[in-house]
């Protein structure tokens, strides 16, 4: 009797202390690992994908004080408690006040308005696109398809030029230019992933676009910006220090506060 006294006992004392210990979630739900390296044709690339399904992919901007952020750190500072930032890349052409100079769309909320308008520069080099997050999906898509179609979009930036359109490479875009910089852009592959990928050498706009078609298999993707490219990737031990930004997308986990 005694004996199965004190077997009860120690039973009631460990519920006891499992029910007062602290339950802590693993980050949810972005993958711990979303970022690897990758060789395309002898030219070296980080790539980053993500579910639009189960993911929660943000655009930032602005500080609360209606000041642009411009930094990773500064993005990931307006997070909330219990919130970690996984991944970050420049997401978009911006001006000297470091405004998106198209549409952008944060929240939910058009802060900026499509930009159509002819000019010099990659954003202008037609047809330019829009990459967007809504509820469940991403999509890349021609800004003229965008403006038409109208999907439901809790974020979008605006940039260009498309590097894939439909499958092919964008009819400007020839293999013979030589022009090498730093870029980066997103996609969305055939199984609705979203890809990101930043080149950690110069690279050609034809290279870059063949990367997104060939190795990616993106139907349609676009070029985010280039020399200024950045990488936040903690998984890689990335934080590239580059001037201040415009736009930024980044991946936020979760996590369980203790009960």
């Known amino acids: 009797m005694r004996s199965h006294f004190y077997l009860i006992t120690i039973r009631g004392f460990l519920l006891l202390m499992f029910a007062l210990t602290p339950v802590f979630a693993a980050p949810w ?3 711990a690992a979303p970022c690897g390296d990758l060789k395309q044709s002898g030219r070296s690339y980080t790539i ?5 399904k189960t993911d929660d992919l943000r655009l930032f901007w602005r500080a609360p004080d209606g000041e642009p952020l411009g930094s990773f750190e500064a993005a990931a500072a307006t997070l909330k408690s219990g919130e970690k ?19 952008y769309v944060e929240k939910g909320v058009e802060l900026r308005r499509a930009n159509t308008r002819g000019g010099a520069g990659n954003f202008h080099l ?14 890349v898509t ?4 965008f403006l038409s179609q109208r999907p439901a979009a809790d974020y979008a930036t605006q940039s260009g030029p498309m590097l894939v ?17 730093t870029r980066n852009g997103v996609g969305v592959d055939r199984e609705g992933q979203v890809v990101f ?6 690279v050609t706009f034809y290279e870059f676009a063949s990367l997104f078609r060939d190795a990616l298999h993106c139907e349609n993707a676009l070029f985010l910006d280039g020399s200024i490219s950045a990488l936040y990737a903690p998984n890689l031990g990335r934080n590239d220090f580059t001037l201040p930004m415009g736009p930024m997308v980044g991946a936020v986990a979760r996590t369980q506060l203790p009960r």
């Open 197 to 202: 990928a930043i080149s950690n050498e110069p």
């Open 126 to 139: 037609k047809p330019n696109g829009v990459f967007y997050i809504g509820p469940g999906q991403a999509g």
């Open 165 to 181: 359109l439909n499958g092919k490479i964008h009819p400007r875009i020839h293999a013979e230019g030589i022009s090498a910089k």
């Open 29 to 31: 739900p972005v993958p």
């Open 85 to 103: 930032l996984v991944f970050a890349m420049n997401a978009g052409m911006y001006d000297s006040n470091y405004a998106p100079v198209g549409l």
């Open 48 to 52: 980053c994908r993500f579910d639009p």
């Open 142 to 145: 021609e800004t003229a398809h």
